[in-house]
């Protein structure tokens, strides 16, 4: 890792932006580090023992705390909560910096407030500001962003949360303005949630899922079973390749429906840098689950086809057989007379 070249994201790459501390050599440290830099930041290191940091990028300077706090206005704070600790003993060298809390806690509700809220209760001389913590290391290393570039930000401090706004755009990240410094404690839940765009999806789905079963429960079983025919042989197979189909069918419509609602909005208020709907705009961010969702059941239904010409072919094979066996002895009697 240490001789990794670093290829530069901007066209105006020799002219350096703003010098970056780093508190914390960690794997997700060294990653920012190594982002900064392609970005066209010059970045240093705070560590507790400079001489012993090792894997870092060879761009970087290593300092100790004080001193890298010294030469910069922007310290990214990527340290756990029960190490803020030290910051205390830097109030006179962090007063009127810029601090960002990239942390993240083990399990939601993990502490009463928020790792910033913390943050700025250790150092109130300084402009704390929650961002970053939405990004994993090995995105940052892979600059595979896809899934994660998003990052959520918020800050007491207006001046500064616009500052990191720029630096993240820098980096190629979209940043989202979260507001005030309360809203830390959401954004640092957000990566504990399981699958946290995958619920809507799959509980329509589901929803779905049910009413057609039931509907064709009604028409087929229940009908035929009026008429003193037992079909319930056809739940297995049939009415679940009547299913797959169905629901598929009508997930893909949800993937596109709210692409037509949010163009009539637009077309009506005349504009769109408007923001939408709250529940449109959850509905868009879902879009890419629900395709899947569908394309699961599409397949399901392509399976199932496949099945029941075999389930046909076993069941003619049974009937041959048994007609086989009745018409034996009948045969043999012929034989013998």
């Known amino acids: 890792m240490g001789t990794k ?25 060294r990653s920012l580090g190594y982002k900064f830099l392609q970005s066209g930041y010059s970045v240093i290191f705070g560590s507790r023992n400079p001489g012993e940091s090792s894997l870092l990028p060879r761009a970087a300077e290593v300092l100790s705390h004080t001193e890298a706090a010294q030469k910069c206005s922007v310290i990214i704070v990527a340290v756990h909560r029960e190490h803020y600790g030290f910051l205390k003993e830097l109030g006179d060298v962090l007063q009127g910096k810029i601090l960002v809390d990239v942390s993240n806690n083990l399990k939601i509700n993990q502490y009463p407030d928020s790792n910033a809220e913390y943050l700025a209760q250790v150092v109130p001389m300084a402009s704390i500001v929650k961002a970053l913590n939405t990004v994993s290391a090995w995105a940052l290393q892979s600059g595979n962003l896809d899934a994660s570039r998003q990052v959520f930000v918020c800050s007491d401090d207006n001046k500064a949360k616009q500052q990191i706004m720029d630096m993240v755009r820098a980096m190629g990240l979209t940043p989202q303005d979260k507001g005030s410094l309360v809203a830390a404690k959401e954004i640092e839940d957000y990566p504990l949630q399981l699958f ?122 049974t009937e041959m057989f048994i007609i086989n066996q009745v018409m034996s002895p009948y045969e043999e009697e012929s034989l013998t007379t």
């Open 196 to 317: 946290p765009m995958w619920r809507l999806p799959v509980s329509s789905c589901a929803g779905l899922t049910v009413l057609v079963f039931l509907y064709c429960v009604i028409g087929d079983i229940i009908y035929n079973a009026v008429k003193d025919k037992d079909v319930s042989y056809y739940l297995m197979v049939t009415i679940a390749n009547r299913i797959f189909p169905v629901v598929s069918l009508m997930l893909l419509a949800l993937c596109y429906l709210p692409g037509v609602f949010a163009a009539i909005i637009q077309l009506y208020r005349g504009t769109k840098y408007s923001r939408f709907p709250d529940w449109l705009d959850r509905w868009m961010l879902c879009r890419k689950q629900l395709g899947l969702v569908a394309l699961s059941y599409a397949f399901l239904h392509a399976i199932y086809t496949l099945v029941i010409p075999i389930r046909y072919s076993v069941r003619h094979r």
């Open 5 to 29: 070249v670093m290829i530069p994201l901007c066209s105006d790459f020799s002219e350096k932006r703003d010098k970056i501390c780093i508190f914390g050599t960690g794997d997700f440290g």
